[in-house]
């Protein structure tokens, strides 16, 4: 590996840490020669990722491209680079995990919830873009759903509630329970796990 600083060929590591999602390592290194310390990273190349397009395009998942993105979006904020990283690797390690092919929203959802858990006003700007704002009530309404939702995980779903806050989930599809009136507690329907 060349020193990007003075083009010398001999170089050692000097620490190497493997990086989440467990796909790529980050080693330090440091020039023989000018004893500059520079960082590689080190990753396996997994199955292609195909990301479906809006207009019903794919094309082949560029993590740098996600990367630029997001820098974009947290220009001038208090975002390592670092950080991205971590959120761009562990977004494509989700999406081959998927199996492979993943809708440009479902992109746009976890670097969402990953920029919100960084920086919100990151996550705003880039709101602005990937959900493509046409006036100023869609930014006040994204700001708002960003005041109020929790941050999530990476693991947890969005809470979808009805929109009508008196609604009532109705029954199921196969009815109410048949019997005769007070036999409502005997009435047992064949679930997995009980004998």
């Given at each position: 590996?060349?020193?990007p600083y003075c083009q010398f060929e001999s170089t050692r590591v000097v620490d190497s840490r493997l990086v989440d999602p467990g796909d790529s390592i980050r080693r330090r290194r440091e020039c023989a020669r000018c004893g500059e310390r520079y960082t590689t990273y080190e990753r396996a190349e997994g199955p292609m990722v195909v990301v479906?397009?809006?207009d019903g395009q794919?094309?082949?998942f560029d993590r740098d491209k996600l990367v630029r993105g997001m820098l974009r979006a947290t220009n001038k904020r208090p975002v390592e680079v670092s950080e991205l990283e971590?959120?761009?690797d562990r977004i494509a390690g989700e999406a081959r995990r998927r199996g492979g092919q993943v809708d440009a929203e479902w992109i746009g959802e976890r670097v969402l919830r990953g920029l919100v858990r960084l920086d919100r006003v990151?996550?705003?700007l880039f709101a602005c873009i990937y959900r493509s704002f046409d006036d100023l009530s869609d930014f006040e309404s994204e700001l708002e759903r960003l005041k109020s939702e929790p941050v999530l995980g990476d693991d947890q779903l969005p809470l979808v509630l009805p929109s009508d806050p008196q609604a009532r989930i109705?029954?199921?599809p196969a009815g109410s329970p048949q019997g005769q009136e007070g036999e409502l507690?005997?009435?047992r329907r064949g679930?997995?796990?009980h004998p």
């Open positions: 590996m060349r020193c479906g397009k809006r794919r094309e082949q971590e959120l761009a990151s996550a705003l109705g029954t199921s507690e005997s009435v679930h997995a796990g």
